[in-house]
């Protein structure tokens, strides 16, 4: 039978010397390092792509038992960005491209006994292959940054699975596509959490179709079956898929025959310190996520980690996944290795439910007609699912099943989307996979102001969205805020372009997609302190939330209920609420008419945007009396500048449940932890836990500006990645915690004069 030994641990490190790569020779002088890993340490910020452009050299002892009678394979997640692979001074071969899998066989050079495997990696971006040419916007790293696996089979043996969803039939009916290096036949089953749904013997020769009793995957309800299919009661090819129907039209986007408007975000697969190299927990933590906000996500610009689709399939995450590529496309030889990659993307993620698009353009290329004419071919013959290709210019040439466009239009004064009819005459689907990100780029630590204006523009632009029928959905611009080139993003080598920090923790444009959630929500977006507005004027406050309407109260009076945005946001599901009201009925209780009133409160906020009463002049019309009265009320009921500080509580009303937050001044604060997997399963190599860290008020709200230096200590059991003293950025930050060995983990937490102690539990994974 076929066995897959995971080869991740205890790897010898180094720069590459013309010695090193020999078979005999000591390396015990090299760096013992675990994969995934990148070739550099990295800082959090201000460091450049020289780190990491060099080549080096991995080297592993791999000890195989019985080498004859089987067929030996070495597979590699993924290596960044040439792979040289030599086991016992013999040259196997040669990989370019950082993004996809690959394998070599190895059967003509394996020993019963120790084996030497030597990979010379190159990380260089000056490679004649995708996606380098030219400056890239994001950075591309270094090292065996995904996993590695020694794979032994039968003689006979099965090369690779690939099963059809065929359309037009009344019961789901599969059609399977099996390439085999010898048998004559095949033992199919299909089982859904352990309880076989279908079995059956076929021969090679036939044509194998089934109509087994099974579920359709869909978003809410993600079904997936483990697939083993044996050759010749020999060799065992198992994997988990599940079968959907996925169409974009020209009136939207179709997941077995009903109408979804696509909300999502594009993905880098950026960490802090370890670039890439962030196994197994650290991918599924990010499309747990993912999911939280939306729908759907675009791999962007590459393809990206199986524990990541994995985690999209069993969550019921769309995906729309696309090969290498940055804007440049270079000479005949690149243009062959970008045709190769889309090739290996599709055949390694083929059993992927989650996906809905094969991306098989240079994200924002030009019109290279003949290259993606053959892509296009390419991955029709080899998959049945719509291809894509993302531009940022209007008219191009629409070659792809779906005309995918980067719409950053909006600039925070104009419409929130281009007209279609300026970027394409074309009637095929419509998706917009990049909006916002570079526009306005927004820091955890800057002002209110920003933060409101910044989420503001994702509800402005995805209520466009879900307003026209001509689009089926759009792609915010970014998930994260990522690490970038010098040419690119703010002096510390960061775009600031997500909806989360690098750490994953949320800014105020983050609620805007929470909020669109059936998962009760309420975050008010602003803080009512008034030295973070100009003059010291807060006009209104927004509150993101999904409930129907929410009630306010100024210490203990009631201002009144407020209701969804409806007028500016006519089309979002859970329009954002406005506090524009911070008198309540204190002048209704005078007496005054409601014109009067109004007339009062405008007077009122005038003054105070100019900045007191002292900045009125002759040509100022209002009515003494006016403006005592209406300076009064400003000054007690809004800005309060009396001896009582404002609190305000605010009460959401949803589906029978109430949601409460408070705002205010606070006495102190203190920092909240949250561990996101107090146990660490290790599978086939370490992993890691995520740990959020918030000064938050007593109140439970953040501290937007507090940077307070904390310190990390850990047992033997467990490590931290990157640093352990730290500064809290804009009041939050998250450390990754790896597994070193199996046991009790031990943190200590120093935050001032507290201690804060944590227990992490390392135990061997079971599948």
């Avoid at 933060?451 to 689009?471: S, T």
């Avoid at 086939?684 to 310190?711: H, Q």
């Avoid at 201690?755 to 079971?766: A, R, T, Y």
Wanted: proline fraction near 4%; hydrophobic fraction near 35%.
């Amino acid at each position: 039978m076929r066995t897959i030994i995971p080869i991740n641990d205890g790897w010898r490190f180094g720069h590459k010397t013309d010695e090193i790569i020999q078979m005999n020779i000591d390396d015990s002088h090299l760096s013992l390092v675990d994969i995934p890993h990148s070739n550099a340490t990295l800082g959090y910020n201000n460091y450049t792509e020289s780190v990491y452009q060099f080549e080096s050299v991995y080297r592993k002892k791999v000890l195989i038992e019985h080498a004859i009678s089987k067929k030996h394979f070495i597979r590699f997640e993924g290596v960044l960005h040439r792979a040289d692979v030599y086991l016992n001074d013999h040259f196997v071969g040669r990989h370019d491209g950082g993004y996809t899998a690959f394998e070599f066989e190895v059967t003509p050079y394996v020993q019963s006994g120790e084996n030497t495997l030597v990979v010379v990696v190159d990380s260089r971006e000056t490679l004649n292959i995708p996606p380098f040419g030219k400056t890239i916007d994001y950075l591309t790293y270094g090292g065996i940054y995904r996993e590695v696996y020694w794979v032994e089979t039968p003689i006979n043996h099965i090369k690779h699975v690939h099963i059809a969803l065929q359309k037009d039939t009344i019961k789901p009916t599969l059609h399977f596509q099996i390439q085999t290096e010898g048998g004559t036949r095949v033992r199919i089953q299909l089982a859904e959490h352990g309880n076989v749904v279908y079995e059956g013997v076929y021969n090679l020769k036939d044509d194998i179709v089934i109509t087994p009793n099974i579920t359709l995957w869909d978003i809410d309800h993600p079904v997936l079956y483990d697939i083993k299919v044996v050759l010749d009661d020999a060799d065992c090819y198992v994997f988990k898929t599940g079968f959907k129907h996925s169409e974009f039209r020209t009136d939207g986007f179709y997941l077995n025959g009903k109408k979804i408007k696509i909300v999502g975000l594009n993905r880098h697969q950026i960490f802090p310190y370890v670039g890439y190299a962030m196994p197994r927990n650290g991918q599924i933590e990010d499309a747990r996520l993912l999911k939280s906000l939306g729908n759907a996500v675009r791999t962007s610009h590459y393809p990206q980690s199986k524990h990541f689709l994995d985690a999209c399939d069993a969550l019921g995450l769309l995906v729309f996944t696309e090969a290498p590529g940055w804007q440049y496309v270079g000479d005949a030889s690149w243009q062959q290795s970008y045709i190769t990659q889309v090739k290996e993307m599709i055949l390694e993620q083929q059993h992927h439910p989650s996906i809905i698009l094969w991306g098989v353009r240079v994200n924002e290329s030009g019109d290279f007609d003949n290259l993606y004419a053959s892509t296009n071919a390419l991955a029709k013959s080899l998959d049945g699912r719509q291809t894509g290709g993302v531009r940022c210019f209007s008219f191009s040439n629409p070659l792809e099943d779906v005309y995918t466009y980067n719409d950053f239009f909006h600039n925070g004064t104009n419409d929130y989307m281009k007209a279609i009819k300026d970027v394409t005459i074309d009637q095929k689907p419509y998706l917009i996979t990049e909006f916002n990100g570079h526009m306005f780029p927004t820091k955890t630590f800057d002002t209110p102001t920003r933060k409101v204006e910044h989420a503001l523009r994702y509800a402005h632009i995805l209520d466009a969205h879900m307003g026209n029928p001509r689009v089926t959905g759009g792609f915010g611009w970014q998930f994260i805020d990522y690490n970038t080139h010098e040419q690119f993003g703010s002096g510390d080598h960061i775009c600031y372009h997500g909806v989360y920090d690098a750490f994953r923790l949320p800014k105020p444009a983050a609620h805007i997609y929470l909020s669109q959630q059936e998962k009760p929500h309420l975050a008010v977006l602003n803080s009512t302190d008034i030295g973070d507005y100009d003059a010291g004027y807060i006009d209104h406050l927004v509150v993101a939330t999904n409930a129907s309407y929410i009630e306010v109260y100024q210490n203990n009076r009631l201002l009144g209920s407020f209701y969804p945005d409806t007028k500016h946001y006519p089309h979002l599901k859970h329009p954002p609420i406005i506090i524009d009201d911070f008198y309540g009925d204190a002048y209704a209780s005078l007496g005054l008419t409601e014109d009067k009133i109004k007339t009062l409160k405008a007077i009122g906020a005038d003054i105070a945007k100019r900045g007191g009463l002292d900045k009125l002049t002759s040509l100022d019309t209002y009515d003494a009396s006016d403006i005592q009265l209406a300076w009064q009320m400003y000054g007690k009921y809004v800005a309060n500048w009396g001896s009582e500080s404002f609190t305000y509580t605010i009460i959401g009303h949803y589906e029978g449940q109430t949601i409460q937050k408070v705002l205010g001044p606070y006495r102190n604060y203190q920092l909240q932890i949250h561990v996101h997997e107090p146990v660490i399963e290790v599978f086939d190599t370490y992993d890691v836990c995520k740990i959020d860290i918030e000064a938050v008020d007593d109140r439970g709200n953040l501290k937007a500006y507090a940077f307070d230096v904390i310190s990390i200590t850990t047992n033997d059991v467990i490590e931290v990645i990157g640093e352990s003293n730290v500064a809290l950025i804009g009041g939050q930050r998250a450390v990754w915690i790896r597994s070193k060995a199996i046991g009790v983990g031990n943190l200590m937490i120093q935050h001032r004069n507290r201690q804060i102690p944590l227990e992490i539990i390392v135990k061997k994974g079971s599948n």
